[in-house]
């Protein structure tokens, strides 16, 4: 079988391995592939493997040699699937690898927004406590969370492990989702409204999919339903918010702070409205990255592609 990699430099930036992908057939890897050069390099694969670049009706149609498509992410909307499905073409993502991952950045996102441990340090090494007539200073207001409620739109499984955290730090949670656990249900936790969710959260975090229903669903509209000065966190999707309308609450002070790892368009454009606002953090879609959590995704794009070339494929997408 031969197989092509068209961007592996985010998932394997040289801290990993390709090799057990070697052993299933001829292997090229290319850590990035322009929109120009998609099909040339596919040329007679078999198997394409890719996580941001795009495989259209378009490519497919002059590369017929391609019967499987491996997705190195969850999401596969770079992927023509009714093409593929017209062309009995396999398509594979990854449905769960970075639970652990994006929950903990979830917290940790909201730990520097109630710490700002990153600023206070810097200010320690500009020699500002060195000059400081005081023991102790503190640059930005410090928050304590203990006793405070986090609204989740989105309750599956990021969404209940950054729910875990949270009440271990003596939070209260707010859980919206159309798919309920009445379970995990507890006096520190239960299922809400939006609405309920967006007007008693003093935090909220967004770990919903990217579906047309939660498409802008922070939006002024429903940022005016929310707690003066409540925090936003999105380690979900950029869409989920409408970024001028979080640009101009963050401005008036109506959100108190946002930290976002996801961003509307990707890499980030010089002239996103969020490069333009105040407290606000932004990171470079980093919360799935950790080590642990590629090589899990790794191991998992494996074994899908294993299991489609013994004729008994896993993790298939459809249209």
């Not at 995990?184 to 935090?203: G, I, K, N, P, Q």
């Not at 407290?279 to 950790?290: E, F, G, M, R």
Request: glycine share 8%; net charge negative.
């Amino acid at each position: 079988m031969k197989i092509v990699i068209l961007d592996g430099y985010t998932e394997n930036p040289g801290d990993l391995s390709w090799a057990d992908f070697e052993a299933i057939g001829s292997l090229s890897v290319y850590e990035r592939t322009p929109l120009e050069k998609i099909a040339q390099r596919i040329g007679d694969a078999e198997a394409v493997i890719t996580n941001k670049v795009p495989i259209s009706r378009a490519t497919l149609e002059a590369c017929p040699s391609v019967k499987y498509i491996g997705v190195l992410a969850t999401g596969y909307n770079i992927v023509d699937v009714a093409a593929c499905s017209e062309k009995d073409i396999v398509v594979t993502n990854i449905p769960t690898y970075g639970t652990n991952a994006v929950a903990q950045m979830a917290i940790a996102l909201l730990l520097e927004l109630c710490h700002h441990v990153g600023a206070h340090s810097e200010s320690v090494f500009a020699g500002e406590w060195t000059n400081s007539a005081d023991w102790s200073y503190w640059k930005y207001p410090l928050v304590e969370l203990a006793g405070k409620t986090m609204g989740i739109v989105g309750f599956g499984r990021i969404g209940q492990a950054t729910g875990r955290i949270a009440q271990a730090l003596g939070m209260k949670i707010l859980a919206h989702d159309e798919h309920k656990t009445p379970g995990l249900e507890s006096e520190t936790c239960r299922y809400v409204d939006l609405d309920t969710l967006f007007a008693h959260s003093d935090v909220i975090s967004l770990h919903c999919p990217l579906f047309p229903s939660t498409l802008g669903i922070i939006n002024r509209h429903n940022i005016a339903k929310m707690k003066d000065g409540v925090f936003i966190i999105n380690t979900s999707r950029g869409p989920l918010i409408v970024e001028e309308d979080l640009r101009d609450a963050l401005l008036s002070g109506k959100v108190g702070a946002a930290a976002v790892d996801v961003v509307s368009s990707e890499p980030i454009k010089a002239d996103n409205p969020l490069l333009k606002t105040r407290n606000c953090l932004i990171t470079p879609h980093i919360a799935w990255a950790p080590k642990e959590s590629r090589q899990r995704l790794m191991d998992i794009a494996l074994g899908n592609l294993k299991a489609f070339a013994a004729g008994s494929p896993v993790n298939v997408v459809k249209a």
